[in-house]
């Protein structure tokens, strides 16, 4: 078990935990969604600032476990300056692969290091919370612009 831990706990996510990037409430965000996922407790809160269709900067808050956290620290240092619509395909591909889709990690830079959590189910949740967040946020975002 201890080995299999070190595998699921690899460098990045140990690193993230430990220094979580962008990470802290976000002062004048536009959005917010809070993910709470029972089965670890893990309960972050997502929150953005947009300029027109560009994620100008997000930050993420609360109480999770490393795997949470590291994925919350991952997903803001790579949405940030992207467009809202290139970051709801990302979104989806990165929770369709931690569920068992098609799509690799493996390619895309950082996030590879949540490549090793499809072999621990229980932990998936931990690894997509963040980015159900992100995608009920940018719905959000999309609600408010239709007003
Ligand atoms: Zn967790």
């Not at 078990?1 to 962008?22: C, F, G, K, S, V």
């Not at 499809?118 to 612009?145: Q, V």
């Amino acid at each position: 078990m201890a080995e299999d831990l070190e595998e699921l706990y690899q460098a990045i996510i140990l690193d993230h935990n430990r220094r979580p990037q962008n990470f802290g409430p976000l002062k004048d965000a536009d959005v917010s969604a809070r993910g709470y996922n029972a089965s670890c407790g893990d309960d972050l809160t997502l929150q953005i600032k947009m300029d027109g269709p560009i994620i100008e900067d997000v930050r993420f808050s609360g109480e999770g476990c490393a795997i949470s956290r590291a994925s919350a620290s991952l997903l803001t240092g790579i949405v940030k300056g992207k467009s809202q619509q290139e970051v709801e395909v990302l979104a989806q591909k990165v929770i369709s692969s931690l569920s068992g889709g098609p799509d690799s990690l493996v390619s895309m830079g950082d996030l590879c290091a949540l490549e090793g959590v499809k072999k621990f189910p229980m932990r998936i949740k931990c690894a997509t919370l963040a980015w159900h967040s992100l995608l009920e946020a940018l719905t959000k975002i999309n609600s408010r612009d239709v007003e």
